[in-house]
């Protein structure tokens, strides 16, 4: 069998599963590190198939509650795996598999003067995650406030469902400016499209992300895809779409 990657939406159903396929529910900011991460695997193990929806971890969570059939959860953040973790829904720990960076990033402007780019009158409308949803839109809410900025340029905010669509806004013009994922900002899609700015740790840390093996009859099968993209032969990937690791795994 082929490595079958489907690139849906949170809400796109499921197709049937193949005695030797897995079905990953990801974050939305891994739609791009994830797909070289998946060809790399499959390099050494041509036969595991795998089905890819990309979403916003919080809408990922309250599927996963309510039933939904995923055998691997990725994260934008640690609560939320945990969370599952508590209710019962997983097999094995909460695994931290990566710590993703926030960008400010601009199809017309200019990003370097920092965040009191966003008080100029020529930004109409600032592309923000959804932070009740997405662990990114968090950060850029906490990242604002920190600057004392939220209160002035909240009229300007257009939320987005989830870390891609505040990107795909930024990146059609929809929005002046987004805070999107570093990984998304140098991915070839959108790199050489736009400029943006990686905010510093002091106005927003970088975010946790944590994965976990969902209690599904292809649990075994889930931990095995896991196990590989956190294992330190891979940090390379991970590094280039701007991730910092965790990985201790060899």
């Given at each position: 069998?082929?490595?079958?990657?489907?690139?849906?939406?949170?809400?796109?159903?499921?197709?049937?599963?193949?005695?030797?396929?897995?079905?990953?529910?990801?974050?939305?900011?891994?739609?791009y590190v994830l797909p070289?991460?998946?060809?790399?695997?499959?390099?050494?193990?041509?036969?595991?198939?795998?089905?890819i929806t990309y979403g916003a971890s919080g809408t990922f969570t309250q599927q996963i509650l309510n039933g939904a059939p995923f055998d691997l959860f990725l994260s934008a953040d640690t609560a939320k795996p945990e969370k599952l973790h508590q209710a019962g829904k997983t097999v094995g720990e909460v695994t931290p598999y990566a710590y993703g960076k926030?960008?400010?990033?601009?199809?017309?402007?200019?990003?370097?003067v920092g965040l009191k780019l966003l008080t100029d009158p020529k930004i109409k409308k600032i592309a923000i995650a959804k932070p009740e949803l997405a662990p990114y839109g968090a950060a850029a809410v906490e990242a604002l406030k920190k600057a004392q900025l939220y209160s002035k340029v909240e009229n300007k905010?257009?939320?987005?469902?989830?870390?891609?669509?505040?990107?795909?806004?930024?990146?059609?013009?929809?929005?002046?400016?987004?805070?999107?994922?570093?990984?998304?900002a140098v991915a070839t899609e959108m790199k050489g499209k736009g400029k943006y700015l990686i905010l510093k740790e002091a106005q927003t840390t970088p975010i946790p992300q944590a994965a976990v093996v969902l209690a599904t009859p292809k649990a075994k099968e889930a931990q095995h895809f896991l196990?590989?993209?956190t294992n330190s032969k891979v940090q390379k990937i991970w590094q280039k779409y701007g991730?910092?690791?965790?990985?201790?795994?060899?």
């Open positions: 069998m082929t490595l079958l990657i489907l690139i849906l939406t949170a809400s796109a159903p499921l197709r049937a599963q193949s005695n030797s396929e897995i079905t990953v529910a990801a974050a939305a900011n891994l739609r070289e991460l998946v060809s790399a695997y499959h390099k050494e193990y041509p036969k595991n198939q795998l089905t926030l960008a400010l990033w601009s199809k017309n402007y200019n990003p370097s905010i257009v939320w987005a469902d989830n870390i891609g669509a505040a990107a795909q806004y930024a990146a059609t013009g929809s929005a002046d400016v987004g805070f999107i994922a570093l990984s998304s196990d590989y993209i991730y910092a690791l965790p990985i201790k795994k060899k």
